[in-house]
């Protein structure tokens, strides 16, 4: 069993909707991240979360310390937020990713 | 947080020879790690890049196969050497910093036929 696990592995949306993308750990963690990675490879750091809640823009990211889990929100989607978006966990210096989320917005 | 230029972005190599990738950051970071992401997988750490000392590899990654540098505070690089296809994979740099988390270059894009 994977230390991170990120649902769903595709998600396809219409324009406008509200997305949520999940993420669980098994291990005792510092902090979480969440990524966004465009198809040319690159990678931005949308948040860092150790506790709560923080909102960017359309972007929205909870977590849940004692159940282990995190959400990324997206609200008012549009095409460009089409990317995949991933998940990973800081313990023990270490970085643990999830697989991803393939999200693809339609127009 | 730091910024980092990540080259080149993309590459097309023939086997059995080398590349090496760059990565430039506009302050000093302690700690620079290189990561190498298969296609369609996630992100494995290939080595942690520390300044004045020999990168720490992962379980999986010998030196003389992916030989780092780190120069200074503010460079590195990763060399894959010998390639062959099945090193084709997207590599990225990082730096970590406890404030701002992890920044990421724009990866390396590498296809080697």
């Known amino acids: 069993k994977n230390e991170v696990e990120q649902s769903p592995q595709n998600l396809t949306a219409q324009e406008g909707e509200f997305i949520t993308i999940n993420c669980s750990y098994s291990?005792?963690?510092?902090?979480l991240h969440w990524l966004q990675q465009h198809p040319g490879g690159g990678i931005v750091s949308l948040f860092m979360?150790?506790?709560g809640k923080k909102k960017h823009g359309r972007l929205i990211a909870t977590i849940n310390i004692q159940e282990k889990h995190s959400s990324l929100h997206i609200t008012a989607s549009h095409p460009r937020d089409s990317a995949v978006y991933i998940c990973?966990?800081?313990?023990?210096?270490?970085?643990?990713f999830g697989a991803g989320t393939r999200l693809t917005v339609k127009p | 947080s730091a910024v980092i230029s990540q080259k080149p972005s993309r590459d097309i190599c023939q086997r059995g020879t080398s590349l090496t990738i760059q990565c430039q950051v506009d302050?000093?970071?302690?700690?620079m790690f290189w990561y190498r992401q298969q296609p369609g997988q996630s992100l494995t750490l290939i080595a942690t890049?520390?300044?004045?000392?020999?990168?720490?590899?992962e379980s999986g990654f010998v030196i003389d196969k992916f030989p780092i540098s780190r120069p200074n505070l503010t460079f590195s690089t990763l060399t894959v050497s010998n390639m062959s296809p099945e090193d084709s994979s997207i590599y990225l740099c990082?730096?970590?910093?406890?404030?701002?988390?992890?920044?990421f270059g724009s990866g390396t894009r590498l296809t080697v036929v």
């Open positions: 979360l150790s506790s």
């Open positions: 990973a966990v800081r313990y023990n210096n270490d970085m643990r």
């Open positions: 291990v005792g963690i510092s902090a």
């Open positions: 990082s730096v970590g910093e406890v404030d701002y988390g992890y920044t």
């Open positions: 302050s000093q970071v302690t700690m």
């Open positions: 890049a520390n300044q004045g000392s020999e990168a720490t590899y």
